[in-house]
């Protein structure tokens, strides 16, 4: 399979190699056109009328031209290959860079429910706190009735909840 490529490959090479030419120009500012082993100038055949010092000068050339026509396809075709890894390094970059920023707010967000708990459970300590020094002081004093004292134990009962639920919710957040 591969052997079949490399022929076809092969023989179209040499059917453009065959039928193309390749245009010089020289360092006195010839224009040469070469076309199989025949070289013109300006239209006209002149490979019969130029010295073998030239032909083989022109034909260094030709090779010359060709050697860095070559190398600078090969150098474009690794810059396209630098071209691409450095894009797919750019996106790899950027995906990270959103996952990251992501994980940020994910975490600021934790912070920011870790203080609101914490900021909960200390309002509702102080509201318990405040109510059971105030319930001790009036009963203390003999200042409460019975209907008031079931009033203050209920509205106790629900600031401690509130205080439970507020502990619990920041354990939970902290773990």
Do not use: H
């Amino acid at each position: 399979m591969k052997f079949q490529y490399v022929f076809i490959f092969f023989l179209i090479s040499l059917m453009l190699s065959c039928g193309s030419s390749d245009r010089v120009i020289m360092t006195d500012g010839k224009v040469y056109e070469i076309k199989g082993n025949s070289i013109k100038n300006d239209g006209a055949d002149v490979t019969e009328t130029l010295s073998e010092e030239r032909k083989s000068e022109i034909e260094a050339t030709l090779k010359a031209n060709n050697k860095a026509k070559a190398e600078a396809e090969q150098l474009q075709e690794s810059l396209k290959a630098q071209q691409k890894e450095l894009k797919k390094a750019k996106e790899e970059a950027e995906a990270k860079q959103e996952k990251l920023e992501e994980q940020q707010e994910v975490l600021e967000k934790k912070i920011e429910d870790k203080e609101d708990a914490r900021k909960d459970f200390l309002k509702a300590k102080k509201s318990l706190d405040n109510k059971q020094k105030k319930f001790e002081k009036l009963k203390d004093k003999g200042k409460l009735s019975p209907n008031d004292e079931e009033k203050w134990s209920e509205e106790l009962d629900d600031l401690e909840k509130e205080f439970e639920e507020a502990k619990e919710k920041m354990n939970n957040l902290n773990k």
